[in-house]
């Protein structure tokens, strides 16, 4: 299937590990024209480096924290920089969770960190990225939020509140510029095989006196798949609604969760 992403300009943020590094992965092996975002240079150099050996892409390195807005700034003008025109074709953002933990675990200042990091990130690079887009009459802007915003997780509320703020922006931007050839997206990861699985499986394990192990064997029995997802599993889905294949398709939050989510709609 041809989807049209050859030579598209794209910027993946978060994308040293996980879910992000996947998705860039994925879109250099349709040879896009990558920009790839992380706080950690070192991280992020290798996953460049892992991306060039598997498709002969070489991705551009934007280096900053999205959740600091003076580093934002430096992150946009990095990737402006370093694509043709200065335009974004297609915008994957993604960041990393905050910290699990109940209501009255979390300060003022975690839910401003949280806000921060997963609603102000996002649209700051809609702000910066959408009017290129508008000009030439094509876009993408694809969220990775989670199964969280569809089902919340009691001890992920930094996660669900704000994710789900997310998609509520990109549903309305989607309704907005739909007519103008820009789809908005967001794309839902359930229990996905990621560092951040861990460290919550970790948290679980903490308060019922069980090991991470057991605690995500428990939750691989969750999943009527029977398994725990795959961060390349997420990528084919966002390769899909980034090219011309998913040009029909906005405004939907999609979970990739092996069946996890139960609702009708």
């Known amino acids: 299937m041809d989807t049209g992403l050859k030579g598209k300009r794209v910027l993946v943020t978060g994308a040293s590990s996980g879910l992000g590094a996947a998705a860039a992965l994925a879109l250099a092996a349709e040879g896009a024209e990558l920009v790839i975002n992380s706080r950690d240079r070192g991280k992020l150099e290798a996953t460049a480096s892992k991306i060039e050996s598997a498709t002969g892409v070489k991705p551009a390195l934007a280096v900053g924290d999205l959740a600091d807005q003076s580093q934002r700034v430096k992150v946009i003008l990095a990737a402006r920089e370093q694509v043709r025109e200065g335009v974004l074709d297609v915008l994957v953002s993604n960041t990393g969770g905050p910290p699990p933990g109940a209501f009255l675990d979390h300060s003022g200042e975690a839910w401003n960190n949280a806000d921060k990091l997963l609603l102000d990130s996002a649209i700051g690079l809609t702000r910066a990225f959408l009017p290129g887009m508008l000009e030439q009459s094509w876009g993408r802007l694809i969220y990775i ?6 089902q919340p997780v009691d001890e992920l509320i930094l996660s669900n509140t704000y994710r789900a703020a997310v998609t509520g922006f990109c ?5 907005t510029y739909a007519g103008r050839g820009i789809t908005a997206n967001c794309v839902c ?8 699985l861990v460290n919550l499986a970790r948290s679980r394990a903490e308060q019922a ?3 991470a192990e057991q605690v995500l064997k428990d939750m691989a029995a969750e999943i009527p798949a029977g398994r725990i997802g795959k961060p390349e599993e997420l990528a084919s889905l966002i390769v899909f609604l ?5 040009a029909y398709i906005t405004g939907t939050s999609t979970p990739v969760d092996g069946g996890l989510y139960k609702g009708l709609l």
């Open 145 to 150: 939020t989670s199964i969280a915003v569809l």
């Open 171 to 175: 549903k309305t931007v989607s309704n």
């Open 189 to 196: 990861p359930g229990y996905t095989a990621t560092e951040r």
């Open 209 to 211: 006196g069980s090991t």
């Open 242 to 246: 980034a090219g011309d294949t998913g």
